[in-house]
Structure formats: C-alpha cells, structure tokens
C-alpha cells in the first residue's frame, strides 16, 4: 500500500456480537443472514439497501443500526449516521450505553458540543472525562478569539493544498500539495509534492504556486517540508524511497543560491523503520522537532526532539532523539510541532488535549530551564470540530498561516489561509540581520558557520550556514537583548562582532574573514571590561570562550593579544591601561588550558589608532582588544 505524509484518520468500524442468547425467530436469522453478506458488500449504497432491509425483519437489531450510522459516516452523512445511531439508543437494548457513548463522540465530532454532553451524561460515571472535554469545548465556543482568515488564492492550487512553512522574513512559501486529489472527485492516484510561491514586493502579492521540482520531488510522496528560518535549510518528508530507513522519512536540503541541493536522509537514530515526520529546525540550530510513532512515546504519535550539529560543510549530525514527554505529549495522538524563531514558542496539533473536536491546535512556551508550560488551546473558531494540522508563525509573531477545508467550503479541499494571530497567543518578536560574507583574500563569497549568542549567559540564539554561491546569511533574535555573533570556518581566522537591541531595523552586515597567516589579525568586539580597570567583565567570557576553542582548533597557531586605548589621558597611563588588560585576556585563556607559551600579550595605548580620537564613536573604535597570527 502507498504510503502518504498526510495523516489517515482512523474510522470506527460496527461490529458488536449478535449471538442468541435465545432462540431466534424465522425473520431474525432471516435478518442476521443479511446482516453478514452486507457487511462484506464493497458498495456502500448497496450496503445500506441490505441492511435496511435486515431491519424491516427485525427492528431491534441493535448491530444492523450501528453498520448502517457507521457506513452514513464513513460517507460523510452525519445528519443520517446520527438518526441512525439514535435509533439504536433505546434502554431496552443490551449496548444501550455503548450506543449513548458513540452518539456523544459523534454529536461532539460534529461540533455539537451540548448535544454530546446529553448523550454522554446518561451514563455520567462512565464518561465523566467525556462530560468534562464537553464543558470545555462549550466555554471554547462561547468565548470566541478574533478570526479573520485570508485565502491565500495565488499560493493555492487547484488541489488539496496543506503543511504550509513560510520563511522567517515572510518572503518565501512553500507548501504540500497532493497533486491529483480534487473535492468530490474519484482519485485513481495522487502524490504530495512541494510547491514554493515568493512575495513580489512590487506588486504586494504572491507569485502562483509552482513545484520546486526535481530533485526533491520524484514520482514518490514529498512533503511536510518546514524552512529554518533563514531559510538555509528545508526539511522535508519522503516515503519508499531507496535511501529509506523506514516507510516515511526525514530528509533535509541545503540551498545554494537560488536552487535546493538533492535531498538527505537525515539518517539513523533520527529516522527509524516506524514512521517520522512534520519536522521543525530550532532558530538556534541545535534542536529538531518532529513526530513520530516509534516505541516509548505516551501515545500513537509524539512530539520528539533531537540535537543537532551543524559540520564545516553545512551538512548535518543528529543525536538520539527524546520523546518530549508531558505536559505536551498525551497518550492521545501529539504532532505536527512548529517551533517559533523565539525558540520559546511550540506550536502543535493535538487529540489529547481538551479541545473542540479532531486534532486542534495548541501552544505551550518553554523557560530558561526548558521546562514547558501546559499547552493553551488557541481557541474558536482557529480550531474547530475538524482537524487543524500544519500551523506555522511568521518571525515578527502577528501572522500565522493554516490548512482547512471548511472556511470557506468553497468546493476546493484544503487551502491555505493566513491569519491574525491574537496578540496573547503571539510568541515574542523577532529582529533579523542580512548578512553577506566575503573571504578577505579573494573578495569572493564563501560558506562559513554562523553563531549569535546572548552576552549575558553565552545562550546560542541562532545559528547557520553561510549560502556557498553568495556568502549571504539572516540572522534571526528576539529584540530585547544585546548579542554578540561569531563567523568561522576552518583555516581561518574567526570573526566577532556586536548586535545591539537598541540599532535601527533592518540591519545589514558585510563581513569578511581572514584566512589564517602570520600577520594576519582580527579584533575581539566583545572584550569588556571595568571603567579605567584591566577587570574582565563576565560579559566577556564568552567571546573568549571561542578564542580558546579557536587556539585549540589549530594548536599550531600562536598569538599576540594587542590592548589599545583612545588618546584620552596620558600617553603613560594608556600603555599602562592597555598592556594590563591584554595581560588579563591572556591569563583567562591560560586558565582555561592554552599553553602560555602560545600568547604573548602588549598594551599599545593611543599609538595605534583605527578612527579619529575627536568624537566619542571614534574613541569607542579605538578602545580595542585585537589578536595577531605571530606563528602558523
């Protein structure tokens, strides 16, 4: 059997035993006769001829009315699959409160939450948890959130269109398409492919949707894709292909200018022989989000995470993946995870949780310590009685973009629509840098690992790879804070520098990076220390901490720390100043494992200065810490 990335919901199938318990008259075994040639009949319509017909021989065939509401909702045909279902709920019959329980599961299926709870409250003991997802879907409805959806109509196509993943600067979509498959229409056979659609800022709208082609689509089932944020990275879902380790997996692409590298199986222990899938990169580079069904989950499907390393090359290492566990997982079925660029904010569908009704969507938000809040549903009407899945949130947290087949119930199947998210259910806002890097000795771009980091804890808040054809990089960070980034690549020298909260919008960044020789120098941006003191602030450990990874990356280099000052005071005291606080990033490093005999440390005071000592921002270049390649 195919195997498709979209998740087949399970049907209830009729079956309960109608074994006499005394003996039958001539109509019901007439009856059951007819009873089990229907149930093997193909034809739904014929099906339901035949068990009508069982009926008529006996009106109290509890198991006939069950196949018959069953098969109306198979089709669809709720107003019938309920009457029959209420048929069959009279207290006389053996499985009347079993016929209770499946018209409240049905009734609240519906949307009609009042109704289930009736149904549900007969028995009151037997389903009390049932009564209390009742009571929660009623508040849900009656305190409806602001709801405005937008058909996005250029990016969907003339299928059934799902999995939307924009990136973070909202200038790229792409989405599942399951091409082949109409509303209404008998599908002989379809397939899932990527389609992509681009904002054209001339004219403030999408372009038309188009398949990003080979070689990430192939004849197979390609979907679920889900962007980093800088859109470096696409991670998708392929089945049955060769490079397979179960039926479905995780593959990721590395884009290299305008175009998508083949894709890569993610590999073992992240994909498995059972099924893995919705994947969701981490702005901060180390962490993939992503469901699955392999043992020691609490349910049918899980939410799991996985670390994740980012190698010289851009390709990438995964670790053994963690089932996240409660209070996200349920032992109901959890997927479908969308990790905001906040790195705070989890976005997921979920059955388990008390929702309105199929798979809704919730959200939960992690502390510093990683511990998750409870899941908050995001409320009427966003989620409804059926199944929101595929849910993901612009960078800036006002938009949010979803699949449904019954906005609009415009005859077209599923479509993506972007919506306003409200403001309380909004993950923290995101700043972003552009970035292009050149290497300093050709003047030609050049891939290299991008980091930025908090200065305050040394917290990786992003990081990426440089794209190889155009050295250009986005860099993504809540707004609220200062960071410092580090740009490295093996053979060279690494590059540092300062993001500030308080800079305008819309940055850009043109660096360029050394390769290692003697002579060549960099300067430490992010070397603080105490007023009119050699005191390392602890604001500075950071950036130091990767100097001596630097160091130990390539034993053979040695280096010179080189202080300097502004021209403000004596000549005298600077060089004092500046030589004081080279010592005192050289005794750090010692401290912390470099050999001694690979530094050497000088204060070169006001004597070197890189911009001019009249203003205050020429002052503030001209107090530096700096480091020179003496031995290679």
Not at 25 to 50: F, W
């Amino acid at each position: 059997m195919k195997k498709t990335i979209l998740i087949l919901l399970a049907t209830f199938t009729a079956g309960i035993a109608f074994g006499a318990t005394a003996k039958l008259t001539g109509k019901e075994k007439k009856a059951r006769e007819i009873y089990a040639k229907a149930r093997l009949i193909a034809d739904d319509k014929e099906k339901i001829a035949q068990l009508k017909e069982a009926l008529v021989l006996d009106p109290d065939f509890e198991a006939c009315y069950w196949l018959i509401a069953d098969t109306y909702k198979q089709q669809g045909n709720m107003a019938s699959c309920l009457a029959y279902y209420e048929r069959a709920a009279k207290p006389k019959f053996k499985n009347y409160s079993k016929t209770c329980f499946r018209l409240g599961r049905t009734y609240f299926g519906n949307g009609e939450y009042t109704k289930a709870k009736e149904w549900y409250s007969k028995f009151p003991e037997d389903n009390a948890k049932a009564i209390a997802m009742c009571d929660s879907a009623i508040t849900l409805k009656n305190n409806p959130v602001p709801f405005t959806p937008v058909n996005m109509t250029r990016v969907n196509t003339d299928y059934d269109d799902y999995w939307p993943s924009i990136t973070a600067d909202g200038k790229n979509i792409t989405i599942t398409v399951n091409v082949g498959q109409r509303e209404g229409a008998k599908v002989l056979s379809s397939q899932e492919d990527i389609y992509q659609s681009s904002y054209d800022e001339n004219t403030e709208s999408w372009t038309k949707s188009e398949s990003i082609g080979a070689p990430t689509n192939t004849p197979q089932n390609e979907g679920a894709q889900n962007y980093s944020v800088d859109g470096r990275y696409m991670f998708l879902v392929a089945c049955d292909r060769n490079t397979s380790v179960g039926g479905c997996d995780i593959y990721y692409s590395i884009k290299r200018g305008s175009t998508w590298s083949p894709a890569i199986n993610c590999g073992k222990p992240l994909n498995t022989q059972y099924w893995e899938s919705t994947p969701s990169f981490s702005p901060s580079g180390d962490e993939i989000f992503f469901s699955s069904n392999r043992p020691g989950g609490l349910g049918g499907q899980d939410i799991w995470v996985a670390k994740v390393k980012i190698l010289d090359n851009g390709k990438l290492q995964f670790s053994e993946p963690r089932n996240l566990g409660a209070p996200i997982n349920t032992p109901e079925d959890d997927f479908c995870p969308f990790i905001h660029a906040d790195n705070k904010t989890l976005y997921f569908s979920s059955k388990g949780h008390a929702g309105l009704g199929g798979y809704d969507i919730f959200y939960a938000r992690r502390d510093e310590k990683g511990k998750w809040t409870y899941p908050k549903n995001l409320g009427y009407p966003i989620n409804t009685h059926r199944d929101e899945i595929g849910f993901c949130v612009s960078a800036q947290g006002e938009k949010a973009y979803m699949s449904s087949n019954g906005i609009l119930k415009n005859a077209r199947g599923k479509d993506i629509y972007e919506i306003s998210l409200p403001e309380d259910k909004r993950p923290e806002r995101m700043d972003y840098y552009n970035g292009k890097l050149i290497d300093a000795s050709t003047n030609k771009p050049i891939q290299a690992h991008v980091e930025v980091y908090r200065l305050e804890d040394d917290k990786t808040v992003f990081q990426s790879v440089t794209d190889e054809m155009t050295g250009e990089f986005q860099a993504y960070l809540p707004e609220d804070k200062d960071y410092g980034y580090n740009i490295s690549k093996k053979g060279y020298i690494f590059e540092s520098g300062t993001l500030h909260k308080s800079e305008s919008k819309d940055k850009s960044l043109n660096v360029s990076i050394q390769p290692i020789t003697v002579g060549a120098k960099t300067e430490l941006h992010n070397i603080f220390f105490d007023f009119d003191k050699s005191t390392l602030k602890k604001d500075s450990y950071a950036e130091l901490n990767r100097l001596i990874k630097f160091m130990n990356e390539n034993p053979k280099v040695t280096i010179e720390l080189a202080g300097h000052t502004d021209s403000k005071g004596s000549r005298e005291y600077n060089l004092k100043l500046s030589d004081a606080r080279a010592k005192s990033v050289a005794t750090y490093m010692i401290s912390k494992g470099i050999e001694a005999d690979r530094i050497t440390s000088k204060g070169y005071g006001p004597d070197k200065p890189i911009a001019d000592n009249s203003t205050d921002e020429g002052r503030a270049k001209n107090r530096r810490t700096e480091i020179i390649i003496t031995k290679y």
